[in-house]
């Protein structure tokens, strides 16, 4: 772990992104809760997950992760802009998440996050690090 688990926790704290159990919208009139997309450099939509359960869950992220990776070359590195990339970072590393390609990721957080989050978080998260 590159920063300590009490920053990672303030992190967490400080973003309902990052609260899987905090829902954004209702299960009970829509089946659809929202839309995670995956964007190239140029902004254009390259993959899209519809969410389907209350709260920002980390597994769109990773579903979509692993469907751009089944795209590119063996050898390729990505750029990863998310708001709690640093959360998404540590979940993976913890448990095992995206394993063949954490080594081919630079976990980022977008310049309009990055203040939002602690300290030794920033230096490290942050995309013009």
């Known amino acids: ?4 688990a009490s920053v990672l926790k303030s992190c967490n704290e400080s973003f309902t992104a990052a ?6 919208a209702s299960t009970q009139f829509f089946s659809d809760t929202g839309v995670m997309a995956l964007l190239c450099h140029h902004d254009c939509v390259t993959h899209l997950a519809n969410m389907t359960s209350a709260g920002e869950q980390q597994h ?10 089944s795209h590119l070359l063996d050898d390729f590195h990505i750029g990863l802009l998310y708001d709690i990339g640093c959360q998404l970072e540590q979940s993976c590393r913890e448990w095992g998440f995206l394993e063949p390609f954490l080594p081919q990721i630079s976990f980022d957080i977008s310049v309009f996050h990055a203040f939002g989050h602690q300290w030794p978080c920033q230096p490290i998260y942050h995309p013009w690090k």
């Open 1 to 4: 772990m590159r920063i300590p």
């Open 19 to 24: 609260d899987e159990k905090h829902q954004k």
């Open 60 to 69: 769109y992220a990773l579903s979509l992760i692993t469907a751009l990776f």
